[in-house]
């Protein structure tokens, strides 16, 4: 996800999408685990994805 739509999204659709998102890394490492993935990177990205989000609702926490 590209941080333009990042900050499109509005702050209360910006914390459900952090939960989904995280929800979906915890789903995805655990069948990592379980059996590898055919693509490991997919972890890597979520992950970024997460902190980008992460990282836009503290900067509107903290602008407010």
Do not use: G, Y
């Not at 915890?26 to 997460?50: A, G, W, Y």
């Amino acid at each position: 996800m590209k941080i333009a739509e990042i900050r499109e999204l509005t702050t209360a659709e910006l914390a459900e999408r952090i939960e989904t998102e995280v929800a979906n890394l915890t789903n995805m490492k655990f069948n990592h685990h379980i059996s590898p993935l055919e693509d490991n990177s997919q972890i890597k990205k979520l992950r970024r994805d997460v902190a980008r989000m992460k990282t836009e609702l503290r900067q509107r926490e903290l602008n407010k």
